[in-house]
């Protein structure tokens, strides 16, 4: 509601310390709600605010309950500023000390600190706010948003208790409940002094335990309440077994069936570890005993998974990725003063994984890819999810991989087809185009959004464009002689054919029990098939996904580099589509080739063959040698 009423005239500096800050980014950045400036630093420390514009707006979290980060103080935002500041203040209201003087929008609600319902929050608007509010003027924002009257003041009657669409009468009682038993412990002082005991127990514990630390090394950035920690010795047990990259996890099951501690597994883009709420409503003696219960499960989950030469790693200190060893383009040379690479990630800048058949099948992830993304989480190594998955949008696809239990830190991780295919079509669309999709409506809605000429391909009568996208929950085969109908009728009116845009490339995909079904690609060679007795032209048809160049050009640019392995199951998308654009290949005998019967033609022979991604760190795989002479593809495959 802030972001959407008072950002604009000015433009705004965001500071990107956890999830939900880069959650506000992306919401300003899609709306287009003001030019923006992102500050981002590494996970676990605040970014650096120094030389912050004061005619400049702010947007900034003041507790990240995700990383355990909070902003060190706020004196580097000056009274005299010009611009705004809006602060989310979700779980800050009641646990940490804020200078209100500094802050011009602040938002809060009461059921992370003090323990009440989920789904209603609170602003604070200060009257710089509200003049920006008026200054601003009338806004095309939604009604339920929306902050002001039709004269552009502000909507006193929302800070005098009037509701819109009646929320629960039992959410108002329970804000009401929530005070009276803060205001019984002795207000806001009180509850300061409880987080304060909550967090000794806590540090106490991580300066006793060699085997855990903070997420947040300064302690001046550390939140007091939401208390984050990584195990220190995960990325020594990753890797050396399919399960022993998986302490975190494992500790974490152990206590939730012994109920004694519920959901503390670290977030999704933190180091393995845990993230256990220390606010005002939990009992420091609690804590105490969950401590004892950590150690616990630490012993029972760790059991024989560390090899005894394994020495832990320095308290405070994350395994730089600057220390591996990486060869240009990952060619190495015979010059003996330069070590070829321990294993073929070290090579690399970056690694791109196929998600269907590589790391999921349907919605469950593969036998130990939870493992190895763990692994490149804990060494800092980038990754990219690279997919021809395009039955909804990045942040939909994000979800369905946490929820199959991959541990990927972000949505910017995710590179899909459709996402890739998005900016293409919206092109179309103001180009005044008419496009239809194949694919669901709710998963077009979801990545391109709503528009009066952007139709589904089975009822529309005709169109300019043929986005096709995925068949989930949409049968493409029966929409096929709708669309073939379409085509022959352009054909013969305008002697023209419709363009097509595919975003899934995929004409065939893995299914359960090795079984083997179409893609909705095959869609094109289809309609070429259908209209060949109408004399009709090739059909021009712009790849989106893999093979094309547009996805794998996208991984180049999120990068920042070319020196990146593909890891994929099938030749024709995966392998022929990184070869093309000269990025190296490994071809796994997972999803589509678990037989290892796929093709391997000349132009899109695999760099490295492998049975399990764990042959990427094992060093059983040996970096392919560039040399002046060119060698058979054979001789370019590992082990």
Known sequence: MALHNLLGPSPVETFLSDSFAQYWANEIDTLALAPQTRHICAYGDFPNTTGIDPNHDIVVVLNGTSSGVCPPDLDWILPGRAGLVIADAVSAAFTRRIDYDRIDVLCWSWQKALGGEGGHGMIALSPRAQARLKAGGLK???????????????????????????????????????????????????????????????????????????????????????????????????????????????????????????????????????????????????????????????????????????????????????????????????????????????????????????????NDA?????????????????????????????????????????????????????????RRVLEELAAGRLVSYVGSAHGADDIFGKYPNLQCADTAKTFDTLVVLDDEGFDFKRAADNILSTFQRRLIETGEMPRIITANADMIYPAKNGSVIFGPSIIGAMLQAGLAPFGAPPISVELMGKPGRAIFDECITR???????????????????????????????TGLNNRGELRRGENSAPDYVAKHLHEIFDGSLSPHVSSTTSSSSNDRYGD
């Open 366 to 422: 593969l036998s130990g890819a939870a493992d190895i993304l763990a692994q490149l989480n804990m060494s800092s190594q980038p990754y990219y999810i690279v997919t021809n998955i395009s039955s909804g949008s990045d942040e939909t696809i994000f979800a369905r991989l946490r929820g199959a239990g991959l541990p990927i830190p972000a949505v910017d991780r995710i590179v899909s087809a459709g996402g890739v295919a998005r």
């Open 140 to 362: 095309p924002i939604a009604r339920l948003l929306r902050l002001h009257n039709a004269d552009g003041f502000v909507n006193e009657a929302f800070f005098g208790g009037r509701t819109i669409s009646t929320p629960s009468m039992f959410a108002v009682e329970d804000i009401h409940s929530a005070l009276d038993w803060a205001e019984a412990c002795g207000g806001l002082p009180a509850l300061l002094n409880r987080v304060a005991d909550n967090y000794a127990v806590m540090a106490d514990w991580v300066d006793s335990t060699p085997w855990i630390d903070w997420v947040c090394t300064d302690p001046a950035a550390r939140s007091a309440c939401s208390i984050t920690l990584r195990l220190v010795t995960e990325q020594l047990s990753a890797g050396d077994s399919e399960d022993d990259g998986k302490i975190a996890g494992r500790m974490t099951r152990l206590l939730e069936a012994e109920g004694a501690a519920l959901d503390i597994w670290s977030y999704g883009d933190a180091p393995p570890g845990f993230r256990i709420w220390a606010g005002p409503t939990v009992e420091s003696d609690d804590l105490s005993i969950l401590c004892e219960w950590l150690a616990w499960a630490y012993s029972e989950a760790s059991q024989g998974s560390l090899p005894p030469e394994a020495s832990l790693v320095r308290r405070g200190c994350f395994p730089s990725s600057k220390a591996r060893a990486v060869q240009p383009s990952c060619l190495v040379t015979a010059a003996p003063e330069s070590p070829s690479p321990q294993t073929l990630a070290d090579c690399y800048d970056a690694i791109l994984f196929d998600a269907m058949g590589v790391l999921i099948e349907e």
């Open 559 to 589: 990068a920042g580099t070319d020196r990146l392995l593909m890891v994929g199951d099938q030749i024709d998308t995966d392998i022929k589509g990184a070869k093309a654009v000269g990025l190296d290949a490994l071809l796994v005998s």
